[in-house]
Nanobody, 123 residues
Framework: VQLQASGGGLVQAGASLRLSCAAS????????LGWFRQAPGKGREFVVG????????IYGDSVKGRASISRDNIKNTVYLQMNSLKPEDTAVYYC?????????????????WGQGTLVTVSS
């Protein structure tokens, strides 16, 4: 499976944005999926993860209440809806997948990664 993230851009603080991550391959539903982000000069941070069937999610503290993840296993796509964006949300956002059943926050457990999409939030 290969992942391709899209939907980033330049927005003003308070705006909303929806990121998408499309996958190629027939085994998309075998993967737990996650979104990570990396701000300039910082390490990669877990944003949110979703289970294979989409019924379970785990959110990072920095986006709780402002983000929503969903997936469509027919369209092989995972989405990240971000609301009330803040300048500190500025980062490259990556989608990632891991074979397994558990949503994990540590990036080393993820097997495949998309190329990243840049989100810039101006104040």
């Amino acid at each position: 499976v290969q992942l391709q993230a899209s939907g980033g851009g330049l927005v003003q603080a308070g705006a909303s944005l929806r990121l998408s991550c499309a996958a190629s391959g027939r085994t998309f539903s075998d993967y737990v999926l996650g979104w990570f982000r990396q701000a300039p000069g910082k390490g990669r941070e877990f944003v949110v993860g979703i289970s294979r069937g989409g019924r379970s999610t785990i959110y990072g503290d920095s986006v709780k209440g402002r983000a929503s993840i969903s997936r469509d296993n027919i369209k092989n796509t995972v989405y990240l809806q971000m609301n009330s964006l803040k300048p500190e949300d500025t980062a490259v956002y990556y989608c990632a997948g891991r074979v397994g059943t558990t949503i994990l926050a540590a990036q080393e457990y993820y097997d495949i990664w998309g190329q990243g999409t840049l989100v810039t939030v101006s104040s």
